[in-house]
């Protein structure tokens, strides 16, 4: 494996003094990683330095056509002290495969979690403790060939940056309300849905904004061809308990796989729930709903953990499920997620990775 080089800063920044203030994603660490890839010379110089702005050229490809990936996962801190990641090589798996759709070269997955748990290491006092809380952990890769021209790149950047985060939601566990999609779409099978890539998040901002000027939380999207079959929440994989089967999209190619969604159907099944993954048409569901067979919904993602549904509205249809309150299954679900997280439960399914 290639060694890591690492230069401290010599400015240490201030940490947080009230976690209870830290929201998302606005306050960095002290040091990232970074490496270089060179066509020839392949993934070279791995090492971790102060956290600063980087040099790009203006005609850095990355800019103008958007090849980057990303991921998102978190790094939590234990009672007693512990630095703990969840599934990591399950992340950067999920990176290679991205890496694989958008034409980047591949990165050696054990070594990028390596390189993951020395960041942690040395970013370990950066983990707020206050309950909910965690550090953001952000690997993304981009091509910084300057060239306008439209070409796989031959020079990247992977770089790793580092967030302590607050508690998603302080108040407790509270259900949202969610409206169908019916103008704007995701993604389509053949596309980039699968893949954690910025071209993505792009698509989805024009949803979300008018999705919050409404005063709904988030959209549920529907595929792109038919406009029926129900795909993610947000930017949430998403769950149903119709009757006593538990159902969730199957992946097709437009969804991105989720380490929680996975995650979830591991642990319901372990509980001996019959969870399917299948197609699931928003007319089947409005027809569970009105049969009263539609029991809970939920979102699953690294930042929510579990996000219950409380009304879900399609066109002048409003669904409200389980009165807008948590269902037992979401609570479950989130309660034994987050304690094996948080090292407050035993890791029976060996998900926890120690960072020392
Ligand atoms: C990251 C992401 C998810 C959730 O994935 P996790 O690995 O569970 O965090 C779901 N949908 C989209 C579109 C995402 O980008």
Redesign the pocket.
Known sequence: MQEIKVTLTKNPKKKPADESKLGFGSIFTDHMFVMNYDEGQGWHDPRIVPYGPIELDPAAMCLHYGQEVF???KAYKTADGRALLFRPE??MA?LNRSNERLCIPLVDEAFCVEALKKLVGIEKDWIPTAEGTSLYLRPFIFAVDPQVGVHPAKHLMFLIICSPVGAYYPEGLNPVKIYVEKNYV?AVRGGL?FA?TAA??AA?LKAQDEAEEQSYTQVLWLDGVERRYIE?V????VFFRIGDEIVTPALQGS?????????CIELLRSWGYQVTERKLAIDELYEAYQKGQLKEAFG????AVISPIGQLKWGDEIMMINNGEIGEVSQKLYDNLTGIQWGKLPDTMGWTVEVK
């Open positions: 991921e998102g996962m399950k992340n999920r995701r849905g954690k993505n998040y989805s993610e947000g930017t949430m994989n969804i991105l796989p989720g380490i929680t969604r996975m995650s699953s993602g690294t930042a």
